[in-house]
């Protein structure tokens, strides 16, 4: 019973960060940026190439969760 609780705990924890992070894979680097609503559209992100980049300024999502300035920080935009 005690393994079963730490099992659903565990799984719990997991969905709840994929709720509220993007993962985003990037050229060279790996982002994660904090989502604005709990969702699971647009968890992990492929951004690899410049028109990986140029569709992510264009998801409203991550508009809102303000990829722009991830980008700005990094010295990838």
């Not at 019973?1 to 993007?22: E, P, R, T």
């Not at 492929?46 to 992510?56: F, I, P």
């Amino acid at each position: 019973m005690k393994k079963f609780v730490l099992i659903i705990i565990i799984v719990g924890a997991l969905s709840f960060s994929f709720l509220n992070y993007h993962f985003i894979l990037l050229d060279k680097d790996f982002k994660i940026l904090k989502k604005a609503d709990l969702t699971l559209e647009y968890t992990f992100i492929d951004a690899r190439g410049a028109t990986g980049k140029a569709k992510l300024f264009l998801t409203p999502a991550l508009v809102k969760a303000g990829i722009k300035n991830a980008f700005k920080e990094a010295g990838k935009f």
